[in-house]
């Protein structure tokens, strides 16, 4: 076997990646679990916003990847990897929907800060087998108001991000979109990621449970996440029709025939080297969306997200 004497330097640049995104989490996490110990709370999360928002709008379909692989495969800084998966779905949403840039960077700040008031026990629930006590059902019941609270607190004085925190657990017809959106992003969220309790839904589950509630159709944020991130969003894995699984790497603007990279073959053996599949084509079309821990593989993500690179060169 021969070795390059030089690393590849598109390889080298997707291991920044994922390092500047598990930085920017890492500094999420330490805000969420101690906000009052910040001299400035309020300015920290705007500026990580900043950096991340760059990022997504540098690739998306990269950001999706590694923010749903993270989100699925692990219950540990639940809290974080929870609060940036919503982060980015509410971004794209809201670009899609055309609100307003103010209002836009209102949702992100809520998108992280939504469960302030429960980090710790959000955390603690990820990884429990057993049922909520009473005292932690309380604090669930009561986290929306508190956090709110919390962040007035902390000085916070931006009414919609406030108000989309307070409201992001509360129901009825009239709530404004900003709050309907982080509403079904949260759930979408929640319903991809693992507890010990359960392993995940597949996403084709997880997108109809939280985009049309029983018995209605889609309304509009429904529809914008369908068509933001597809059916099988970069990050998820799916059997092909040939029977080899892969992990979709990027979007095509076809909702259910994205890009993905396989990573076992017919026999559920791990591939040595990953195939690029365009699943549009004949006979390479996705046959299941398949739950992130009934995957048995280590992935490259390094490679995979150079090949994501390569999908978008010809798309």
Known sequence: MNFSAHP?????????????????????????????????FAGRLRTLHGQARQLLELD????????FQLAASSTV?????????????????????????????????????MNLSMTRLQNTLAEQTTPLTDAQRAQVDTHAARSAQ???????????WLATVEQHHESGPDLPLPTRI?????????????RETRPGRCVTDSGRHAVAKA????????????????????????????????????????PGEPWAATVLDAH???VVEPELIDTGEDGLG??????????????????????????????
């Open 8 to 40: 590849d330097p598109a390889y080298g640049a997707m291991q920044h990646w994922m390092q500047q995104w598990s930085d920017l989490e890492t500094q999420l996490a330490a805000l969420l679990l101690a906000p009052q110990a910040q001299p400035d």
């Open 60 to 67: 998306a379909d990269s950001t999706l990847y590694w923010l």
């Open 77 to 113: 800084a639940y809290s974080a990897s929870h609060a940036m998966v919503c982060w980015a779905l509410c971004q794209l949403v809201a670009d899609d929907l055309h609100l307003p840039a103010a209002s836009r960077d209102s949702l992100a700040l809520a998108a992280l800060s």
């Open 150 to 160: 919390w962040l007035r607190e902390l000085g916070v004085t931006d009414p919609l």
């Open 182 to 194: 982080l509403q079904a992003m949260d759930r979408y969220a929640a319903l991809i990621s693992p």
């Open 215 to 254: 018995g209605q159709a889609l309304d509009a944020v429904g529809h914008a996440l369908l068509r933001t991130v597809g059916i099988c969003p970069p990050g998820t894995f799916v059997r092909l029709a040939d029977e080899r699984v892969a992990v979709v790497l990027r979007r095509s603007g076809r």
């Open 268 to 270: 559920d053996t791990p």
């Open 286 to 315: 996705i046959a299941a969306a398949l739950v992130t821990r009934s995957v048995r593989v280590r992935l490259n993500h390094p490679r995979l997200l150079q090949l994501s690179r390569v999908a978008l060169s010809r798309h």
